[in-house]
């Protein structure tokens, strides 16, 4: 079985058909790991996309909550803030309530789980070793996909203990990066953000998984961020939010 991993879309449709154009035949089945809407221009025609690509799981992450009124966005930086009070306002009824049904992570899948930021709260952000060590331990399961912090790559905790930072840092005209996954490790895998990267390189970030071969191929794929930046533009979403793009953090 092949998995399509997806995370952290946030209403990036330009992004998010550069991923699917580049990926039919290439999966059996496809999974969410939220931040669907937020930050970007296209909420309702991308979770229009999701909705007809069927993941067999998705599961909601902070932006989601915000946008639909789950949460309040008080914890958010004032762009994000203004970025989730102008989505909640496009958001067509029938979209509202399709994040809102938005299952809570961690959720099992196969033979791994999902979440959006950790194990033990799905609005942890894992960036250090000690966050990713105590989080491995509670996984119930060898394997655990996360999104939420816009880096591509993830921790190993082997099992005598040491911990292994994955870097994936694919250079410019390389696409892709594999892992292949060993028995007695725990691994939290992050396949990256496709609608806003944040690790320095601005191309869509995705994964693939074979439970078969226990394997993890990293991807990125240019978009035209320059489209995708007009349409933000063009509805005034802060400016912040829109230079970052370019640079891809
Ligand atoms: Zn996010």
Redesign the pocket.
Known sequence: MRTLIL??I?SNLTALEAVLEQTPGKYDQVICL??IV??GPDPNEVIDRMQALAPVATIR???DKACCGISNAEDFNPAARAAAAWTREQLRPENLAYLRQLDVGPLRVGDFQIVHGSVRDEDEYVFTLREAEENLKLAELPLTFC??T?FQGGFVWHPDGRLEVLRVRTAAGVATAARVLDKGPKYLINPG?IG?PRDGDPRAAYAFYDDEKQRVDYWRVPYDVKATQQRMRAVDLPEPLIARLTIGR
């Open positions: 995370s952290d946030h939220g931040d937020g930050y992450g902070n932006h999104g939420h816009h953000s806003q």
